[in-house]
């Protein structure tokens, strides 16, 4: 008999999708340490350290994230307010006695869909991301509304935006194609990790923009290479500046 998901586990898988749709996120672990997700296109994570000892497996890998959150979608609509379970379909347990999850069923009625995991690639987080802190500020909903609207308006020649950090104001501007300026102050009362320090840094703006999209504020950490971290739906965010010559 096949084993059916918690809603805890259900609800952990729905978090990672509905958070890694926006930054493209197409492979993601879930083990009973936490998850772990990347976006191959892009230096971008997803990371949540925290003990899942409440897991019906050991160890879950799906390396076609689109294709899940479309399952998903699909499986909402058609099962509406009986809503829809998910169960192990195939696992494999390993010499150590551990379960991975080889394929994810889900049903509702007389349907059902299924996905196909990976046995679990053993990657490793970028060791930057535990690098020191810089700096950490907030910036509010009407920051967030003025960015969308610079990235509207401004012809981005490369996408590019650049955050920077000048006797304690922080402040986010890009240039367009024809060399037209934009520049917006987010913050005048960052909290340094240890004396305050002038800094810049340039993210690619369609990779920033969709975590900050419909939140009232945003807590923003970037530590000392510009590698900036934020949390959405309890699950910790990890961007890359563009052009970091090592990114270990």
Not at 51 to 56: K, R, T, V
Not at 92 to 112: E, H, P, Q, W
Not at 170 to 180: F, K, R, Y
């Amino acid at each position: 008999m096949n084993t059916i998901l918690s809603q805890r586990t259900v609800d952990i898988i729905q978090r990672i999708v509905t958070v890694g749709k926006s930054v493209n996120i197409d492979v993601f672990i879930v083990d009973k340490a936490g998850i772990r997700a990347r976006a191959s296109e892009s230096y971008i994570f997803l990371v949540q350290k925290e003990e899942f000892g409440f897991l019906e497996f050991e160890s879950l890998c799906i390396s076609r994230v689109p294709e899940l959150n479309n399952r998903l979608s699909f499986m909402s609509k058609i099962s509406g307010s009986s809503g829809f379970k998910i169960e192990v379909a195939d696992s494999k347990t390993l010499d150590s006695g551990d379960t991975v999850v080889r394929k994810l069923r889900l049903k509702t009625g007389t349907t059902s869909v299924e996905i196909t995991g990976d046995n679990g690639p053993k990657y490793k987080l970028p060791t930057g991301v535990n690098e020191p802190e810089l700096v950490r500020f907030s910036i509010n909903n009407e920051s967030i509304d003025v960015l969308h609207g610079i990235s509207r308006a401004v012809q981005h020649k490369n996408k590019a935006i650049n955050i920077s950090g000048v006797s304690g104001i922080i402040a986010a501007s890009t240039n367009d194609i024809e060399g037209d300026y934009a520049n917006h102050i987010m913050s005048t009362a960052p909290t340094f990790a240890t004396e305050p320090k002038d800094f810049s840094f340039v993210y690619n703006i369609t990779n920033l923009l969709p975590i900050l999209r419909g939140r009232m504020s945003v807590d923003i950490a970037l530590t000392e290479r510009g590698i900036l971290t934020t949390v959405v739906e309890g699950i910790t965010v990890i961007i890359f500046p563009e052009k970091l010559t090592n990114k270990g």
